[in-house]
């Protein structure tokens, strides 16, 4: 039953924006992706940084050439496809807009929609264990140890379609089954559940193409916050990771301190 109402909430919200935008398309042209070519185009603030680092930190303005219609007009640089994702008007949206960017085909996984689901002061929180094996990744003399920085950059990694092929989830929050604690003022909720999935490793020896599946489970303790009740946008400010003692799998924790490598 709740598959079927996030399945009608996802196609009504691509209905809607279809009919606003009148057509869905996506520009795959207008740069090359060479080293050289960087500079040779214009930052948007719909920039895809992944493909283009350097518009992170570019603030985007006005080009003067615009002004002379015969001017030669650098082209700007491609924004990359976007996924369409649930408006997070609850707060599990954002955790089903999570799934659904890990688990698209790997050319269409965008980053820079994942991090749309944090909060610009976001931190994530692995388990002792994990901390005691990478100190060099977890510095426990930094507070926090693991910001929206450190999980830009692991983002990047994970999603890479270079690196990693299919990601599959095996288990999730399940609204029916795992446990939510509300605010008295209803502007930030915890989630605790189990999570499993699994990814597809993709390396290159002789030349030779070999995919190796990497397994993670646990426990995620997520807490999410909305500036207003009235109009609610409710993102992930807090992640916090436990080892499944019982398994011999990877923890999240464990899986950002590799990619982070």
Known sequence: MHNNFFQMFHNYTI??????????????????????????CRCSPTSNTVLFPHCSDVIASVDQETTNPFATQTPECPSGKQLFLL?????????????????????????????EQLTEDFVFI???????????????????????????????AILDPDRIGTIRFVRWFQPALDERIPSEDQVSET???PYELEFTEISNADGEEINSVVSIAGFME?????????????N?????????????????GELRAIFSR
């Open 126 to 156: 692995p388990d002792l264990e994990d901390i005691a094996r990478y100190p060099n990744i977890y510095k426990e003399d930094k507070e926090p140890i693991w910001t929206i920085e450190n999980e830009r950059d692991f983002v990047r």
């Open 191 to 193: 989630f605790i559940f």
């Open 15 to 40: 209905f809607n924006r279809m009919t606003r935008l009148g057509v869905v398309s996506v520009l795959s042209f207008g740069c090359s992706l060479g080293d050289s070519d960087l500079s040779e």
């Open 236 to 252: 992930i400010s807090q992640w916090r990771d436990v080892r499944d003692r019982a398994s011999a799998k990877f923890s999240w």
């Open 222 to 234: 997520v807490d999410f916050i909305t500036p207003t009740v009235e109009n609610p946008v409710w």
């Open 87 to 115: 408006q997070r008007t609850r707060p599990e949206y954002a955790l089903i807009n999570v799934r659904t960017i890990f688990s698209a085909q790997p050319e269409s996984r965008n980053p820079e929609q994942y991090l």
